[in-house]
């Protein structure tokens, strides 16, 4: 399935040059830039950057250390496409055109898996699932799932079990991007606690109460205008673009508020943003605040805040059409959807709504018990050499 996609696509682009090139992989190094590659790779720095437009060069920013992307290559080593994945869904496409080069985003293409995961625990269930799995990502989505409610460091017994339903994306055979926790169970001391994604992209216990995590507060009181996307096609400029934040529509001067309690890391203007607070909060979260009228006076870098405290006021400078607050969340760098964690208060579902959540919990427990009686064993996800590019092309060169 994986392999008829990337055929498709290239060919698309490549017909008659497919025959006679090479696709190289990478990483994106710690601390590159954007047009520091351009230059690297003697590409036209005019065309593939200052030309394009204020969208598609922040999208550029986007890039971050860590990132596996391809090059395409003919015989004479020229390039002819280049693959950037900014997020899960976006990416940058470079491509030959005639003399030059053409700069697209583009959407993702990528398969996503639902795996299940059980375990017997020994020492934790971290190290349960790692020594599974092998990716700390899986271990990860579980622990934080489980994290404010649970202490696995006294109340778990060796011997005590574990299921694990999640989504995995793939992108050329490889795993991509953070897995989704879909439903998870852990015995502890034979007694069994449950976690459940909701249709409200929210997670409840079994008893339908929301389970707290990481909880912001709304940064200002105003009407959402522009929702987070990773990616969306523009209908009138017939383009890819990515929206990585939540725009509030507020008055010039409306106060803002710090979303969670922190450390001010950035008050000063930033290009497009305009006038821009970013504050560091633990576990590698990141809040910021863009096209503020001005700063709260005292807040300045190196300032701690406390959610709720007032730092700053809407504006609208920068690349901005009328007053809003941009509000964008980052975790390790990598944009999340805020409206994840933004609330005001905790939800304990009722009427209606519990039915729905109590309809879903049945299916999960139904799968979770199938898991738990079969000791389902764990199916590790084929090895990239089975399906890569490279593989492919030797395929049809072969
Ligand atoms: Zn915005």
Redesign the pocket.
Known sequence: MIRFFILLFITLFFSNTLLASHVERFRWQNGETYLVFLEKLNLPVRQLYYNLDKDDQRLTEEMRAGVHYQILKDTNNDILQILLPLNDELQVHIYKNGDGYAFEAIPIISTTRNEVLYTQINSSPNYAILKKTGSRKVAGVFVAAFKHSLNFKNDIRKGDELVMLYSQKYRLGQPFSMPTLDAAMIEMGSKKHYIYLNDDDRYYDEKAHEVEGFLLARPVRARIS?YFTKRRFHPVLHKWKA?????YAARRGTPIVAAGSGKVIYAARMGSYGNLIKIRHNDGYETRY??LKSFRRGIYRGKYVKKGQTIGYVGSTGR?TGP?????LRKRGVAINPLRVVQVTTKKLKGKEKKAFLQLKNNFDERIDLHLNNKTPYKKPPRFEDMCYIYMMDDING
């Open positions: 522009s929206h990585l934040g939540v725009d863009a096209h901005s809003h607050l941009h509000f964008e």
